[in-house]
């Protein structure tokens, strides 16, 4: 184990590009699963894209029962309980793939197949899992997961439903209100969280949804995007729960509610990609075939920028992803390997890799909606009509910064739960941190060191940004120490330096393996995304870095930080950024489509 990845450890350690896995690892049957889920998009969801529009629920319910036919829901689940019991890295990318046509579907399958089956999956009994999880899986039962009350959002824990035990002591009666519950026109099980007595934390219950059992719902809310995924209240009026249908033990329920919600950061990020790979490609095709001024818009700087950002974004966001989930994999078969329960392993392989899973949430879903943004721009008049899938993009891709811990929560998580773990002795800030002080008192190094390796000068860069990171972060902790949650902006801008840190290095590490496999003239468009994000990264941390600094720090200290921000974000050789994107954008106008 002591060789293995530990989450946030990327901050500290130097990654390999050889020790990383990227897209372009996939096993043939993870190719042929991919393409497979293609099919099914591009047969039962994309040409029916007006249907969700219109709020078809019924449809979305049946383009489910579909996916539950091919097997789709059961990614995720052993094979003991009727699914397909497929590694982490699987389990991505058919979320991924299945998710890139209408957030309608992508919701529900996320809803139903994660939070809705995996708490069950991962806390559940045997007999529980014996009893619910086959149904789940084969899509004859959806779930729903009902953690969102009126007055608990981000605060999850203080959420007022109850659960009071009967006198015979065995069943719960529960009593509250759940909003905003994905799935819940059609569900046949509830994941409920409700408090028992006046315990500190709440409790999660496994509730079969039966009308005639104090079970009612609210009308289905309008929503400004994934418009056919059901979403409404639900009240539950003494619903009795028999005691075998707790999940997990008493009080327990919200660390059930923040291991899933784990889960579903990290597959909501899939779940972001490939809808901007179908924008992309919409956006090149549609540019390819305006003609304004006698010449195709394809042809025009400003139109070229727009596509080569969009590109970059996506394969960035691709290449972290997958990293990440692949080191979650590794975690979990080493957990296993050591004698652990599947259980057991998923979660503690999951927890461990909280902080990326959290980075990944906010950085992929805020490019989503910068893709669909730009796509509209692209598409111009026509991007603003229903007629054109650009508009139902833009609005379907503005939940998934709210959902599943809003992204300020997650920024703020990435940054706390990093903080924790250098507590905890598992992962050692203090070290480093102190290195970067000294570094700043001493003598910087003239020297021009030798950059002509692929990269060289990237890694190096990369190097530095991390000690930026260090300095801030490390100087805000001394200052502050437990009282920094106290600090929000600063926690926030932190974050977004970690979180492009994390992004970045994961481009620039795919592109390398994917050089050192195919020769770096074979891929000289990946090589200029991975170097067009890496320019933008070091931008965001001076930005964000100098925002921290002239918060907390004064006078000399502020000095002598702000010359260092300046030493930790300074190339050697400034990229050309406008031929770096005239690059990308040559290859996507030729290939008329995403292509990487």
Same mark, same amino acid.
């Given at each position: 184990?002591?060789?293995?990845?530990?989450?946030?450890?990327?901050?500290?350690?130097?990654?390999?590009?050889?020790?990383?896995?990227?897209?372009?690892?996939?096993?043939?049957?993870?190719?042929?699963?991919?393409?497979?889920?293609?099919?099914?998009?591009?047969?039962?969801?994309?040409?029916?894209?007006?249907?969700?529009?219109?709020?078809?629920?019924?449809?979305?319910?049946?383009?489910?029962?579909?996916?539950?036919?091919?097997?789709?829901? =059961?990614?995720?689940?052993?094979?003991?309980?009727?699914?397909?019991?497929?590694?982490?890295?699987?389990?991505?990318?058919?979320?991924?793939?299945?998710?890139?046509?209408?957030? %309608?579907? %992508?919701?529900?399958?996320?809803?139903?197949?994660?939070?809705?089956?995996?708490?069950?999956?991962?806390?559940?009994?045997?007999?529980?899992?014996?009893?619910?999880?086959?149904?789940?899986?084969?899509?004859?039962?959806?779930?729903?997961?009902?953690?969102?009350?009126?007055?608990?959002?981000?605060?999850?824990?203080?959420?007022?439903?109850?659960?009071?035990?009967?006198?015979?002591?065995?069943?719960?009666?529960?009593?509250?209100?759940?909003?905003?519950?994905?799935?819940?026109?059609?569900?046949?099980?509830?994941?409920?969280?409700?408090?028992?007595?006046?315990?500190?934390?709440?409790?999660?219950?496994?509730?079969?949804?039966?009308?005639?059992?104090?079970?009612?719902?609210?009308?289905?809310?309008?929503?400004?995007?994934?418009?056919?995924?059901?979403?409404?209240?639900?009240?539950?009026?003494?619903?009795?729960?028999?005691?075998?249908?707790?999940?997990?033990?008493?009080?327990?329920?919200?660390?059930?509610?923040?291991?899933?919600?784990?889960?579903?950061?990290?597959?909501?990020?899939?779940?972001?990609?490939?809808?901007?790979?179908?924008?992309?490609?919409? %956006?090149?095709?549609?540019?390819?075939?305006?003609?304004?001024?006698?010449?195709?818009?394809?042809?025009?700087?400003?139109?070229?920028?727009?596509? *080569?950002?969009?590109?970059?974004?996506?394969?960035?966001?691709?290449?972290?992803?997958?990293?990440?989930?692949? %080191?979650?994999?590794?975690?979990?078969?080493?957990?296993?390997?050591?004698?652990?329960?599947?259980?057991?392993?998923?979660?503690?392989?999951?927890?461990?890799?909280?902080?990326?899973?959290?980075?990944?949430?906010?950085?992929?879903?805020?490019?989503?909606?910068?893709?669909?943004?730009?796509?509209?721009?692209?598409?111009?008049?026509?991007?603003?009509?229903?007629?054109?899938?650009?508009?139902?993009?833009?609005?379907?891709?503005?939940?998934?910064? /709210?959902?599943?811990?809003?992204?300020?929560?997650?920024?703020?998580?990435?940054?706390?739960?990093?903080?924790?773990?250098?507590?905890?002795?598992?992962?050692?800030?203090?070290?480093?941190?102190?290195?970067?002080?000294?570094?700043?008192?001493?003598?910087?190094?003239?020297?021009?060191?030798?950059?002509?390796?692929?990269?060289?000068?990237?890694?190096?860069?990369?190097?530095?940004?991390?000690?930026?990171?260090?300095?801030?972060?490390?100087?805000?902790?001394?200052?502050? =120490?437990?009282?920094?949650?106290?600090?929000?902006?600063?926690?926030?801008?932190?974050?977004?330096?970690?979180?492009?840190?994390?992004?970045?290095?994961?481009?620039?590490?795919?592109?390398?393996?994917? *050089?050192?496999?195919?020769?770096?003239?074979?891929?000289?468009?990946?090589?200029?995304? *991975?170097?067009?994000?890496?320019?933008?990264?070091?931008?965001?941390?001076?930005?964000?870095?100098?925002?921290? /600094?002239?918060?907390?720090?004064?006078?000399?200290?502020?000095?002598?930080?702000?010359?260092?921000?300046?030493?930790?974000?300074?190339?050697?050789?400034?990229?050309?950024?406008?031929?770096?994107?005239?690059?990308?954008?040559?290859?996507?106008?030729?290939?008329?489509?995403?292509?990487?």
């Amino acid at each position: 184990m002591e060789n293995i990845t530990r989450g946030g450890q990327f901050l500290v350690k130097e990654t390999r590009s050889e020790d990383i896995f990227t897209p372009e690892d996939f096993s043939e049957e993870q190719i042929m699963m991919r393409d497979s889920v293609k099919e099914f998009v591009n047969k039962e969801i994309w040409p029916n894209k007006s249907r969700f529009e219109k709020k078809d629920y019924e449809f979305t319910k049946d383009c489910m029962k579909k996916a539950g036919e091919l097997g789709l829901l =059961g990614v995720a689940v052993p094979e003991e309980y009727g699914g397909l019991g497929m590694g982490f890295v699987s389990t991505m990318l058919v979320c991924d793939y299945i998710s890139g046509a209408t957030g %309608s579907f %992508s919701t529900a399958f996320g809803a139903h197949t994660g939070i809705g089956t995996m708490p069950i999956t991962l806390y559940g009994s045997e007999e529980q899992k014996k009893k619910y999880v086959p149904k789940l899986a084969t899509g004859e039962w959806f779930g729903a997961y009902c953690l969102t009350e009126p007055e608990a959002g981000s605060d999850a824990n203080s959420g007022k439903t109850k659960a009071v035990l009967s006198d015979d002591g065995k069943h719960y009666k529960i009593t509250g209100q759940k909003m905003w519950i994905s799935n819940a026109g059609f569900c046949q099980l509830f994941i409920v969280f409700a408090r028992i007595g006046d315990d500190k934390n709440i409790t999660g219950f496994i509730v079969e949804n039966d009308p005639s059992n104090g079970i009612s719902l609210g009308e289905e809310e309008h929503k400004l995007g994934i418009r056919a995924s059901s979403t409404r209240q639900v009240f539950f009026n003494d619903t009795k729960v028999s005691v075998e249908n707790m999940l997990s033990e008493r009080g327990n329920g919200f660390k059930i509610a923040m291991n899933a919600l784990n889960i579903g950061r990290i597959k909501l990020a899939a779940a972001c990609l490939d809808s901007q790979r179908r924008l992309i490609t919409q %956006s090149v095709t549609y540019a390819n075939e305006r003609i304004q001024f006698k010449t195709p818009i394809a042809q025009f700087g400003a139109i070229r920028s727009k596509l *080569a950002e969009m590109a970059t974004n996506c394969y960035i966001g691709e290449s972290a992803s997958y990293r990440a989930a692949a %080191s979650i994999e590794d975690r979990i078969k080493a957990r296993i390997a050591e004698g652990n329960s599947h259980q057991e392993a998923e979660l503690k392989g999951v927890e461990e890799f909280a902080i990326e899973c959290s980075i990944l949430k906010v950085a992929v879903s805020e490019d989503v909606q910068h893709c669909a943004d730009e796509g509209i721009q692209i598409f111009g008049g026509m991007g603003f009509s229903e007629d054109t899938p650009m508009e139902s993009a833009w609005r379907d891709a503005r939940i998934s910064r /709210i959902y599943e811990g809003t992204n300020e929560i997650n920024r703020m998580l990435t940054v706390g739960m990093l903080i924790k773990k250098a507590m905890k002795g598992q992962v050692d800030l203090l070290g480093p941190a102190m290195k970067v002080s000294e570094e700043l008192i001493g003598i910087p190094d003239f020297d021009t060191p030798d950059f002509s390796e692929l990269f060289a000068e990237e890694k190096q860069i990369i190097a530095n940004l991390k000690k930026a990171f260090l300095m801030v972060a490390g100087s805000a902790v001394q200052k502050y =120490g437990p009282d920094l949650d106290q600090h929000q902006q600063l926690l926030m801008a932190a974050s977004d330096m970690l979180i492009e840190i994390y992004m970045a290095e994961s481009g620039i590490l795919r592109t390398e393996k994917l *050089a050192k496999a195919q020769g770096q003239d074979k891929i000289t468009e990946q090589i200029a995304m *991975a170097q067009l994000y890496l320019y933008h990264a070091v931008d965001i941390i001076i930005e964000k870095g100098k925002e921290g /600094i002239s918060s907390f720090a004064e006078d000399d200290e502020q000095r002598m930080m702000l010359m260092g921000l300046r030493r930790f974000t300074k190339y050697t050789n400034l990229p050309n950024v406008a031929k770096l994107r005239e690059i990308i954008a040559t290859k996507l106008v030729e290939k008329n489509e995403y292509c990487f």
